[in-house]
């Protein structure tokens, strides 16, 4: 039989334990706590490849996105960047990946097949706007583009983190309102400059002069500085001549292109009065996507009214091409 000590004893080691028991449990509750705050609060990891695309991604993701640019210098021409070990490290922690695709990025394509992640989506533009390699890769300044790329990038960042639809969707609406202002100032553009003739160096505000509704010229000359080629000796004497004779109201160049027969077609064109529009292809520092998307058609449009008051005989000295065609 037990006596009193012992069985007073035996109650305080019991209660003891009984205290043990409850701290660990309590520890141990405090740590799944702790850790599932740590996982609401995580960041969703996104690489974009072009800086304008990772800026679309910041705005629908607010907060709760850590997005990675890596074409982000408008100084630097996107045709001659090369892919590193740190944009290879990247990818490699990445949830969602954000890329232009139409052969515009091919060190993406080829990144994301050599680090493969079933846990990783992916956004190609190209794929959204149905194009393809060949065609002309400035996707993202045809003003159809970046609501696919919104809406789709909505989406994955929801399927990653459904418990804040709700932020998401709102600022997917606030996004989508904010390229009402870019989609006016096509239209009024359209409505004043429709089948004005313009050229480029490049194709690279294609898209864009397409919704203004311009007649633009010289396309072979425009992708063969594109792709790096040698541009015809029939096409470059075409281009001189649109530009001597006045026959275009404004040349549009590519700014971050330092081609020799770039500068001796702005040469010309400054010379010849014509007036200039530069564009980038990467997003300028300050800036989000519709700021830089409404600077350069402000531009454009101060651009083609210069034209217009220096009294340009595009239209009397030849009748011009119709659209995707040139001379």
Known sequence: MKTFGSMLNGARRALTLSKTAATVATAAAAFTLSHGAFAADAKIPVVAAENFYGDVVQQLGGDRVDVTSILSNPDQDPHLFEASPKTARALQHASLVVYNGADYDPWMAKLLAASKS?????????????????????LWYDPQTMPKVARAVSEALVAADPAHKSAYDANLAKFLDSLKPIDAKVAGLHGRYAGVPVTATEPVFGYMSDAVGLSMRNL??????MNDTEASAADIAAFERDLREKRVRV???????????????????????VPTMSVTETEPA??????????????????????????????????????????
């Open 118 to 138: 079933a846990k990783r989506a992916t956004i190609v533009a190209a794929d959204l706007v149905g194009k393809k390699g060949g065609d002309n890769p400035h």
């Open 220 to 225: 072979r000359f425009q992708m063969a500085t």
């Open 251 to 273: 040349l549009i160049y590519n700014s971050q292109a330092t081609e020799a027969l770039t500068k001796r077609m702005l040469k010309l064109a400054q010379q010849s009065k």
């Open 286 to 327: 300050g800036k989000t996507y519709q700021t830089w998307m409404l600077t350069q058609l402000d531009a454009l449009g101060t651009a083609l009214a210069a034209g217009d008051a220096s009294g340009a005989n595009a239209a009397a000295a030849t009748t011009p091409p119709a659209k995707g065609k040139t001379q």
